[in-house]
Every structure is written in C-alpha cells, then in structure tokens.
C-alpha cells in the first residue's frame, strides 16, 4: 500500500508541475525544449525511483513488482488528465496534449524500467 501511495504522490507532484508550468517547457513548435524536457525525466525518475528502493530497502527480486505498483495508480488517474486536459491544464493550448501524453507515457515506461534488474555476468 506504500508503494502506491508513493505512485499517487508522484502523480499528485507531476500533474501539480504541469499545471502549473507546463507552459513554460511543453510548448509544441519548440523540439530543442521538449527534448530537452524528455531527458530531464530521466534523472528524475531516476531519484524517486531508486532512492525509493533504497530508503525502503526494497530488495531486487521485488522491484518489478514495485514498479507496478508505483507507475499503476497514476496511469489509472491519468485518464482522466487526459480527457479532461482542457480543463485540468488552463496554462496549456490543447496542441500540447499529444506532447503531453507522449511524455506520460514516457515517465511511466521509465518508472517500469526502474524494476528490471540488471545483472551483469562475469567470467
């Protein structure tokens, strides 16, 4: 149940950022920006990912499972992001939805990827 208090939390943060600014680094025309925006995620994912495991020392054979967990309660609520951007996102032209979506979709696949484990063989 942490785990997808943690994921509602990030969804709470991440929508709070667009709504917000979103203005300020989705703007679509601007392909140096929203690329440099799809990288930034990145290391963000990265931090509350990772340091997530860390702190509550989640061992590697549960971090799938973790992830699951932490990307699944946003994605669900994301929906309605969506359907509803017009109205969530007051600070964005609907141009932006398609660049919006791609980015969630984005996020979410790095949050998955974060419960792979990577094992790395040596002769």
């Given at each position: 149940?942490?785990?997808v208090?943690w994921?509602?939390?990030?969804?709470?943060?991440?929508?709070?950022?667009?709504?917000?600014?979103?203005?300020?680094?989705?703007?679509p025309?601007?392909?140096?920006?929203?690329?440099?925006?799809?990288?930034?995620?990145?290391?963000?994912?990265?931090?509350?990912?990772?340091?997530?495991?860390?702190?509550?020392k989640i061992?590697?054979?549960?971090?799938?499972?973790?992830s699951?967990q932490?990307?699944l309660?946003?994605?669900i609520?994301?929906?309605?992001?969506v359907?509803?951007?017009?109205?969530?996102?007051?600070?964005?032209?609907?141009?932006?939805?398609?660049?919006?979506?791609?980015w969630?979709?984005?996020?979410y696949?790095?949050?998955?990827?974060s419960?792979?484990?990577?094992?790395?063989?040596?002769?």
């Amino acid at each position: 149940m942490i785990n997808v208090s943690w994921g509602i939390l990030l969804w709470v943060l991440a929508t709070l950022l667009f709504r917000f600014y979103g203005q300020l680094f989705l703007i679509p025309g601007n392909v140096p920006l929203l690329i440099i925006t799809f990288i930034l995620t990145i290391p963000l994912i990265i931090i509350a990912t990772y340091a997530y495991y860390y702190l509550r020392k989640i061992p590697e054979s549960k971090r799938l499972m973790t992830s699951v967990q932490i990307a699944l309660p946003g994605m669900i609520l994301d929906i309605f992001s969506v359907i509803f951007f017009d109205k969530v996102f007051l600070n964005l032209h609907t141009d932006s939805l398609p660049f919006f979506a791609s980015w969630l979709l984005w996020a979410y696949s790095l949050i998955l990827i974060s419960g792979f484990s990577i094992k790395i063989k040596s002769n």
